[in-house]
């Protein structure tokens, strides 16, 4: 296979995916993983990429870049949707207590599950506490659901509650099960975002739950945002659509998050 045909392979996969690495490539390709680096080397200096640690990302997939909810919400369809039943599975018909969802396209995709939610006893609720603002509209009629918005700032982004005022409930709550989502979820970094009030309000999510869920799809898995919110010690679950690989999967197995693929 030629140079050129490589290159076109790989930029191929880093539209699809995000993010490539060099034992995957090299396996795909059929070549050595040096070649593999000296063909992530070139694209970097051509803008296509930007090389990290074991591979390489597409070259807009920056610490800094927080694409909008609606930019986000038909991104990896699939995945998140699986998650999602995943994420309703943990909970069951029968459960009785309170969970905490965050902000976001993967937790909203849990969300529209719950807006259908029935419990298998007449007269039971469930109580979920959000701070976003379109999980709230999708929840807010089913009369099977206490539903709690927390206050504050709404970010335009994001379209989450944030500052102090969330935080200061947080501190009063604790909730059976947080469901959160992530921009990055690496070995060395653990879970982050890219804006620093939105990781002080998920941070504050994790400190309140009794179990913490982090709801994180493939194209995450080993990506850093410029702030983290928790360490993967405060994990307890992770699902994804994608088994975690390498240094990712050992640390997660070191601290006993326990890993459920979708």
Partial sequence: MYAIERHERIHAQL??????????????????????????DALERAGVLRRVHGGAVANGKTSLVEPTVADRANRARAAKSAIADAALALLGDDFSGSILLDSGTTTAALAERLAHWRPSTPGTQLTVITNSVPIA??????????????????????????????????????????????NGLSAEFGLSTPEEHEASVKSAMVRSARRVVALVDATKLGDEALHRFAELRELDVLISDADPAGTLSAALDAHEVEVIVA
């Fill in 15 to 40: 539209s699809d995916a995000g993010r490539v690495t060099v034992v995957d490539l090299a396996t795909s390709l059929g070549v050595t993983p040096e070649t593999v680096r000296r063909d992530l």
């Fill in 137 to 182: 509209s999708l929840l807010h009629l089913n009369d099977a659901l206490e539903l709690h918005l927390l206050g504050g700032r709404v970010r335009g982004v994001t379209s989450a509650a944030v500052g102090s005022p969330a935080i200061d409930q947080l501190a009063r709550l604790r909730p059976d099960i947080a469901f959160i989502g992530a």
